[in-house]
């Protein structure tokens, strides 16, 4: 999945957020720009192998998000793809009926902009309020580095303790 034009790489992190407002107030002065709020749905789909979630996005329309990123906490690699889906319906039901449904979630998301580090202030139903860090880029190894001093400084600046940080995706928490 690392390879290719459409393939992308990131740092990332999920931390748990007790004050959502707070983190707000830090995240609107860091930004750069503030892409604004996201009503998401997230379908994923049972895989022997990464995980696969159709996204229903009131911002970005229907999304398939196929990605491979271990289950730990702290910075982390993630490789995905985003592909634009133009009837999510559809493609969902043939997607329950071949793999199954995993599980859904389902979310509230403003997002702002860090230079190339997006800010998630997440409101995720059944499971509570998050805050997530992603850092896109190109490149190997040196990048990877640079990218990753960028989330631990933004981590540092938003006050994400180490004991906040969730190994797992919102799926993997709603299962546990």
Same mark, same amino acid.
């Given at each position: ?110 997002? &702002? ?16 309020? &998050? ?46």
């Amino acid at each position: 999945m690392g390879e290719g034009p459409q393939a992308t790489t990131n740092i990332e992190i999920k931390a748990r957020c007790a004050d959502l407002a707070a983190a707000r107030e830090i995240a609107r002065r860091l930004a750069t720009r503030r892409l604004g709020v996201d009503e998401q749905t997230d379908t994923y789909f049972t895989t022997a192998k990464g995980r696969l979630k159709l996204r229903e996005s009131s911002l970005s329309g229907g999304q398939l998000i196929p990605y491979l990123r271990p289950d730990r906490s702290g910075p982390k690699r993630a490789d995905y793809q985003v592909l634009p889906v133009s009837d999510s319906a559809h493609l969902k039901r043939i997607l329950a009926e071949i793999l199954g449904v995993h599980r859904v979630v389902v979310k509230r998301r403003e997002i &702002f902009l860090v230079d190339n580090v997006r800010i998630h202030l997440d409101e995720v139903e059944g499971l509570g309020t &998050f805050l997530e860090l992603e850092a896109v880029y190109i490149g190997g190894a040196e990048a990877e580095a640079r990218e990753r001093g960028k989330v631990e400084k933004l981590m540092a600046e938003l006050d994400v303790a180490e004991s906040d940080l969730v190994e797992t995706s919102y799926e993997g928490l709603l299962a546990g």
